[in-house]
């Protein structure tokens, strides 16, 4: 059994002994709080602490992640607060454990909810001391490891998450060692048989492969020796999840997967790297377009290496990563080489570049958090983050950005600044204007083209894939909507108001604090968007503020006059005020405004049909007027009875685009042999404007009635 003592001289190869004495403190701490508590397995509860710290030994991580590893579940598990922790090992140790321990205070209805919360607890801690995630991660890795002794569909959440977020985060902060293990016993955990059947196929492969792995890794190590380059040849095994991932997406039989050799050669710097890629292509034939170098671009989580693959002796595919010492180390420990090289009081750039990226991607995390609604979709917007492929494009100044595979133009927007995307209006790719729709390819030059008064819209989240982008169209989109919210209830209320020859600007300044305590809300503006979205209606709360204001006897109140008339729209108010799909208005008919709950007003034509059914509630009734100054377009449906003839859609596009309209839709029916009817939705700018487009095409021969449609 591995013991305190076995942790102490692992240590002493690279902590200095005031510091492992410390270590060993923690651990006496964590035993005698833990005393009397076992896990699952019947071993003793301080087992499971040890074994987290010896993981992070394996990494070469500082004294403080150790002594926090021995004492993350002291707050959660014991009555020891983190304030007598502080006070025994310090504040970083003490926030350390606060960080990767669960919110154990506060009672949750969902799991799915306390899981979200806690991992958002988690997030905020990172942002302070990254270290927080790689105990978690360790302590995850324990738990994975000893996940025999718990129910089966325990054992499949714990995996289907550690799956989900926590093995993804490893890769995304480059730690590979910890990321491959936790995918495989997420597997074995989730897919028993499977993972049995492919580790028995392996095994056995492996056994009649070993002569042609080491007759390749021969050749390639004597190749070197002769060109003088030092190189080490190490051939790579696949793990257990991406052999079964390969076999379900590719549709490949075992067999072929495993017909594909993978060697790793680590070298002592980069242009020893280059050269030895120059002499494995003269050994063997390398495949076109199968050569990625990672090297001079790496990707999000740090990870450097040049990959190639050659044709080797009967067609046999191998696989080649080149790389040198430390690029092995960052590969295999990602963030964590930043304290293997600190240890060794040696800065170097690999890692404190990793270290860097790992901070820009919590910040990243932090942003998200601060737009999303709620954790559940802070953590959907985090799992959606964790992608593995990255593609690189470049800003006009010719700073690489990363972005993921089938990233378009408005995600790119995003990741340079969120102002820059909520304000953009256009792009140019390669020097060419280009959709905001764009999937982007690597190698891309982009150009954004911004507006000040330019507002992100609904469609984008069609389309977009970061979770930045996703977080931040949806937090502008539910301020734009608050803002008019607040903006149309102001205007209701006034005009509710005006019936009582008032208005809010000249009731006292103590009416409205007295009504929103009554009501229960925190300020003026909750009150105001409830009335603009239609969960409030204007005229009981206008009436409740002259009862306030006069008391409330009915003598006392103002006699009703109707003092403001229709309230104006020019069809630019945004996300309020919404336009029928039923009757379809246009400026210069004329509207009737209906508040409904959640939406705000929605515009009809007075002769709609559906109005009748409306008018039973006449307080969610409002006259409207159009605006003297339009500058929108309205969309408009007609029915169109027309001569059965070749070139008719052509014929009817082009008169609709010289009367400076627009087509959104267009479908045509049969009636019979003779006769088709069209349905024909345009989008023009107001009622004359139609009259003039009518006009048009009724001067065609071969059309015969032309009706405006309405419900």
């Known amino acids: 059994m591995f013991t305190i003592d076995d942790l102490a001289d692992r240590l002493g190869g690279y902590l200095p002994p005031d510091e492992i004495q410390q270590v060993k403190r923690a651990f006496y701490y964590a035993e005698q709080a833990h005393d009397g508590q076992r896990r699952r397995s019947g071993e003793p509860y301080v087992t499971h602490p040890l074994a987290v710290a010896n993981i992070l030994a394996n990494m070469h991580m500082d004294h403080q992640s150790l002594m926090a590893a021995m004492l993350h579940d002291v707050i959660e598990d014991t009555g020891v607060s983190k304030e007598a922790l502080g006070e025994q090992f310090g504040k970083p140790v003490a926030e350390l454990v606060d960080g990767v321990s669960k919110l154990t205070q506060i009672t949750f209805e969902d799991k799915a909810v306390a899981q979200a919360e806690n991992f958002q607890k988690m997030v905020l801690a990172m942002s302070r001391d990254i270290r927080v995630i790689i105990v978690k991660l360790a302590d995850r890795l324990h738990n994975m490891r000893t996940l025999g002794a718990l129910r089966p569909e325990k054992k499949r959440r714990i995996a289907r998450e550690t799956l989900e977020i926590y093995a993804r985060i490893a ?114 034939k390398p495949v076109p377009g199968r050569f990625k170098d990672y090297i001079a671009i790496p990707k999000a989580n740090g990870y450097q290496s040049l990959h190639t693959t050659l044709f080797g002796s009967g067609g046999m595919p191998i696989e080649v990563q080149i790389r040198t010492r430390e690029m092995e180390a960052m590969a295999n420990n990602g963030i964590a080489a930043h304290w293997l090289y600190k240890a060794g009081q040696t800065d170097h750039p690999i890692a404190e570049g990793s270290h860097a990226r790992a901070r820009a991607w919590v910040k990243g995390l932090l942003e998200m958090q601060r737009h999303a609604g709620d954790s559940l979709e802070f953590i959907e917007h985090v799992k959606n983050d964790l992608f593995p492929d990255d593609i690189y494009v470049f800003t006009p100044r010719g700073d690489i950005m990363e972005l993921p595979q089938g990233a378009t133009v408005i995600d790119f927007a995003y990741s340079v600044h969120t102002d820059i995307g909520n304000s953009c209006i256009a792009c140019r790719i390669d020097r060419h204007l280009a959709p905001l729709s764009t999937r982007l390819e690597s190698g891309q030059t982009l150009e954004i083209i911004t507006a000040p008064g330019a507002r992100p819209n609904l469609a984008w989240l069609n389309f977009v894939i970061t979770a930045k982008a996703r977080s931040a169209i949806r937090h502008a989109l539910k301020h734009q909507q608050h803002t008019e919210a607040v903006q149309l209830g102001h205007r209701l209320l006034n005009k509710a108001l005006a019936e009582f020859e008032t208005s809010l600007e000249e009731l006292p300044d103590d009416l409205l604090p007295r009504l929103l305590k009554e009501l229960s809300l925190k300020n003026e503006d909750t009150l105001l968007e409830s009335i603009g979205l239609g969960t409030r209606v204007a005229y009981v709360v206008a009436r409740r503020l002259i009862d306030l204001l006069h008391g409330s006897d009915d003598d006392t109140r103002r006699q009703v006059t109707q003092k403001q008339g229709p309230i104006v729209i020019s069809g630019a108010e945004g996300m309020v005020i919404k336009f029928a799909r039923c009757c379809h208005p246009l400026p210069g008919d004329p509207v009737i405004g209906h508040l409904s709950v959640g939406k705000g007003i929605v515009v009809h034509r007075d002769e709609c049909r559906n109005l009748d059914e409306l008018k039973s509630d006449p307080d969610k009734l409002f006259a409207l007027e159009w605006s003297d100054d339009n500058s929108e377009d309205f969309p408009v449906a007609l029915r169109l009875e027309i001569e059965s003839r070749r070139g008719l859609v052509a014929e009817l596009a082009g008169l609709v685009t010289d009367a400076d309209a627009n087509i959104e839709r267009i479908g045509i029916e049969e009636r019979d042999a003779r006769l088709s009817i069209v349905h024909l939705t345009l989008a023009v700018r107001n009622r004359v404007h139609l009259a003039r487009i009518i006009k048009r095409i009724r001067n065609l021969s071969h059309v015969g009635k032309i009706t405006r449609v309405s419900n």
């Open 171 to 284: 890769s995304r902060l480059g730690i590979n060692t910890i990321r491959v293990e936790l995918e495989d016993l997420s597997f074995q955990a989730l897919h028993p048989m499977r993972a049995e059947r492919i580790k028995r196929a392996v095994s056995s492969a492996r056994g009649h492969r070993r002569s042609a792995i080491r007759q390749v890794q021969s050749t390639l190590q004597s190749s070197l020796d002769d060109e003088g380059l030092a190189g080490t040849v190490i051939g790579r095994q696949k793990h257990l999840l991406s052999i079964y991932k390969k076999m379900r997406d590719q549709r490949k039989p075992f067999a072929e997967i495993m017909d594909v050799f993978g060697f790793r050669i680590v070298t002592e710097d980069v242009d020893s790297c280059y050269r030895i890629l120059g002499v494995v292509h003269n050994v063997y």
